[in-house]
């Protein structure tokens, strides 16, 4: 099953309690627009093919909003899912936007910091010149593999094909400071998760409901993700609520110490050598998937979509799931924790 056929059976499921005429719920469900284009880029005397997407699920309130992301895994697929959750969850909490996502299919650790700034470049003006670009119409943001200085390219090149448009600067978000960025928004999700997580915590009735220990610095906790979101998020824990993180998982592998993690010594160790693997700070184990299986009283999974699936869902040994990611539960996954309850 397909990431969008998981997130349009969550849609399904939900307007069952809603009174949705079936037509209505299908115009919901689609993809507005949509664009595939080559990105051909000429390094070191070689042409380079990079394929990119970008979706608009809903312009039913402009600009449409979401990410843009730069990995191996990106696909038609999952661009026009991610770009249907972000619909969603804007309007579930009332944010005035339509719902977008893009991507390109690529490994960004594959090529120089000049290179990438070629390759984003020519990838963006693609995306500006059909219209995918643009601060009334489609803004881009800080997704997997890309940060702040993609964002500031974009924005260069927005500039440079649109010098009449005022409002360029609101071509994207998560831009640097110094480029018209807003302070806090490169940890906002990771501090949101946190105050999702402590908001909990002042409800004892529901800290009791879920067979939780009263008190958030003693209940252990399971982070799937050491990108901008799990990083963040496990910063915050850690040096604001003293939680206690036994184990942070990335992509090779994951960090464990049953004693709990010195997140800020892992930080600064990842930040100099792209790595958490530190014996002084707990046991490494290069299985990325184990990490979902640690017993647990808090599971976050702070990744990609798909992590608990019908295929680990029974090995999943925790009191509370909260998640950071985008999809990481499976439509077939969610139906068999609730069986759990």
């Known amino acids: 099953m397909s990431f969008k056929e998981n997130v349009d059976l969550y849609v399904d499921q939900s307007a069952k309690n809603l009174n949705f005429r079936q037509d209505l719920l299908e115009h919901i469900k689609s993809t507005h627009s949509l664009i595939k284009v080559n990105v051909g880029v000429e390094l070191d005397k070689t042409i380079h093919n990079f394929t990119g997407w970008r979706a608009v699920h809903s312009e039913h309130i402009?600009?449409?909003?979401?990410?843009?992301?730069?990995?191996?895994?990106?696909?038609?697929?999952?661009?026009?899912?991610?770009?249907?959750?972000?619909?969603?969850?804007?309007?579930?909490?009332?944010?005035?936007?339509?719902g977008s996502k893009g991507g390109l299919r690529i490994n960004p650790k594959n090529y120089t910091e000049n290179q990438l700034r070629v390759i984003t470049k020519a990838f963006a003006t693609k995306l500006i010149n059909k219209g995918f670009i643009s601060p009334a119409l489609n803004v881009p943001a800080p997704d997997v593999g890309t940060s702040e200085r993609e964002m500031d390219w974009i924005k260069d090149t927005y500039k440079a094909l649109r010098p009449e448009d005022i409002n360029y600067r609101g071509c994207v978000t998560g831009k640097p400071l110094h480029s018209g960025g807003i302070v806090g928004r490169t940890e906002a999700t990771g501090r949101g998760i946190e105050e999702v997580i402590r908001e909990?915590?002042?409800?004892?009735?529901?800290?009791?409901?879920?067979?939780?220990?009263?008190?958030?610095?003693?209940?252990?906790?399971?982070?799937?993700?050491?990108?901008?979101?799990?990083?963040?998020?496990?910063?915050?824990?850690?040096?604001?609520?003293?939680?206690?993180?036994?184990?942070?998982?990335?992509?090779?592998?994951?960090?464990?110490?049953?004693?709990?993690?010195?997140?800020?010594?892992?930080?600064?160790?990842?930040?100099?050598?792209?790595?958490?693997?530190?014996?002084?700070?707990?046991?490494?184990?290069?299985?990325?998937?184990?990490?979902?299986?640690?017993?647990?009283?808090?599971?976050?999974?702070?990744?990609?979509?798909?992590?608990?699936?019908?295929?680990?869902?029974?090995?999943?040994?925790?009191?509370?799931?909260?998640?950071?990611?985008?999809?990481?539960?499976?439509?077939?996954?969610?139906?068999a924790l609730y069986k759990k309850e």
Do not use: W
């Open 62 to 98: 402009l600009p449409s909003k979401g990410g843009m992301r730069y990995s191996e895994g990106v696909d038609q697929d999952d661009t026009e899912a991610l770009a249907s959750l972000m619909t969603y969850k804007c309007a579930i909490v009332d944010i005035p936007f339509g």
């Open 200 to 335: 909990i915590f002042r409800h004892k009735d529901v800290v009791k409901e879920l067979k939780l220990k009263d008190e958030l610095k003693d209940n252990s906790i399971v982070i799937q993700g050491f990108g901008n979101v799990g990083s963040n998020l496990a910063k915050h824990l850690y040096n604001r609520d003293q939680a206690k993180i036994i184990a942070v998982g990335e992509r090779e592998g994951y960090l464990y110490n049953e004693k709990g993690i010195n997140i800020t010594e892992v930080k600064k160790f990842f930040q100099k050598n792209k790595t958490i693997n530190n014996s002084k700070l707990g046991v490494y184990k290069k299985n990325p998937k184990g990490v979902m299986e640690i017993k647990c009283d808090i599971l976050i999974p702070a990744a990609l979509e798909n992590s608990i699936t019908k295929d680990n869902v029974e090995k999943i040994k925790t009191k509370l799931i909260i998640e950071a990611a985008n999809g990481p539960i499976t439509f077939e996954a969610d139906k």
